[in-house]
């Protein structure tokens, strides 16, 4: 008996150490998340856009935007050396933890961390080869700091799943069809579970931003998608079976017509609006499919909008208990996003340049002698303004912004 009553203790110890593990990490329960604790979570926060995936709006660039025709531009205007050290001091100081800490002070639960697949391997990525986690350790790092959340959003895959200057692709959803870009994806996303597998701050895997524009529908893409989804979740689930994966509809991540029945215990599906009236009809279809497959639903990407339409929009969200992730955190010389930093002196010459035609050597010739104030030694100044002005202390709130998310700028020291 007595032997009986030692192996029912340890038994019941087992029990409540698995039960323990088990709870370290946020998790899936019909139509909620919970935390750890067994908390029902309301999402709410912002994408740190740019920062791992340059884009060219937010350089105000319309024609050379993508991270590689933007670099292009730059080396052409400095030098190979010059960009490189552009790039480097963009990438410490565009997303500090001083913008982490702010943003936990401000009320934001969740970050969603947009990433080019380069910088997670040996393909080129802002001319180089950089082939580390650096800069996404450091965010994650800083946001459980700071008690936030992180979602890893592959913005840019393998040969392209949107097609167009945002996932930094060559014009074409590629991936959809190709065999070896899939593969490498879902290398990719594996490698990323196996590092992170035990990292409760991660809430999970974003596996595809705005797969499949609407200039592809005609190519018959869409039934392409979900396999690719449940190919890439079942490599995450031989190395991680802790973290949610978060899975987009096709057509810039509008149609969920895609999705058959949810195929894993920890999905959440995720859709992005914009410049639509914020009413009730506009994200009714995803309700409707949240209660019919009883799975949460994320609204990652909105905004770029008025703060009437933000403030709208978003009560509309909460109203409907949708969590939310607003695009972007932080903008150049715009207020439609939580964060502004002024324009450097000089720096419309370099949009002049990079918005011209380029397309011959002597093109770029005649443009350097016609456009003044692009000499080497003042595009290295205007672009090293920009960074040192893209720095949280440089940088200040859109009041009217952040009040329509329902941020608290009470804690923001002056």
């Known amino acids: 008996m007595r032997l009986i009553g030692v192996l029912c203790a340890l038994m019941l110890l087992i029990s409540f150490a698995c039960n323990k593990e088990e709870k370290r990490f946020a998790y899936v329960q019909g139509k909620d998340i919970f935390s750890a604790q067994g908390e029902r979570i309301h999402l ?78 040996h393909d080129d990525f802002l001319g180089r080869d950089i082939h580390g986690y650096t800069y996404i350790d450091r965010a994650v790092n800083w946001c459980e700091k700071y008690d936030i959340y992180v979602l890893l959003d592959m913005h840019g895959a393998p040969g392209g799943q949107t097609g167009d200057n945002i996932d930094n692709s060559d014009g074409y959803p590629w991936l959809m069809v190709d065999e070896g870009m899939k593969r490498q994806t879902t290398e990719i996303w594996r490698e990323i579970a196996e590092r992170y597998s035990n990292n409760p701050t991660i809430i999970g895997y974003n596996l595809l931003n705005e797969p499949i524009a609407h200039y592809f529908e005609k190519d018959t893409l869409k039934p392409n998608l979900e396999p690719l989804y449940k190919r890439i979740t079942s490599a995450i689930r031989e190395v991680d079976d802790n973290h949610i994966v978060f899975i987009g509809g096709a057509i810039w991540e509008t149609d969920f017509s895609v999705f058959s029945e949810p195929f894993d215990d920890k999905l959440a599906y995720t859709f992005h609006k914009y410049w639509m009236p914020p009413e009730q009809k506009e994200i009714q279809a995803f309700i409707d499919f949240r209660e019919k497959h009883n799975v949460p639903i994320l609204m990652g990407e909105s905004g770029e909008n008025e703060d009437a339409w933000v403030r709208d929009f978003r009560e509309l969200l909460d109203k409907n208990s949708i969590h939310w992730t607003f695009w972007p955190y932080k903008k150049m010389d715009n207020t439609r996003g939580p964060m502004n930093f002024g324009k450097p002196p000089g720096y419309d010459n370099f949009v002049k340049y990079a918005e011209s035609d380029r397309s011959a050597f002597s093109a770029i010739r005649n443009l350097k002698d016609s456009i003044s104030g692009i000499r080497p030694e003042e595009m290295v100044s205007v672009l090293n303004q920009y960074v040192e002005n893209s720095r949280f202390e440089n940088c200040s709130p859109n009041e009217g912004y952040c009040a329509a998310l329902g941020l608290d700028l009470s804690t923001k020291e002056d």
Do not use: H
């Open 44 to 121: 709410k926060g912002v994408n740190l856009g740019n920062w791992l995936l340059p884009e060219g709006y937010m350089f105000k660039l319309k024609n050379c935007n993508s991270p590689r025709k933007i670099d292009q531009a730059i080396r052409e205007l400095i030098g190979n050396s010059a960009t490189t050290e552009f790039w480097d001091s963009f990438l410490e100081n565009y997303i500090t933890e001083a913008d982490i800490k702010w943003l936990a002070e401000s009320g934001v639960n969740i970050i969603r961390l947009p990433f080019d697949y380069r910088l997670l391997t």
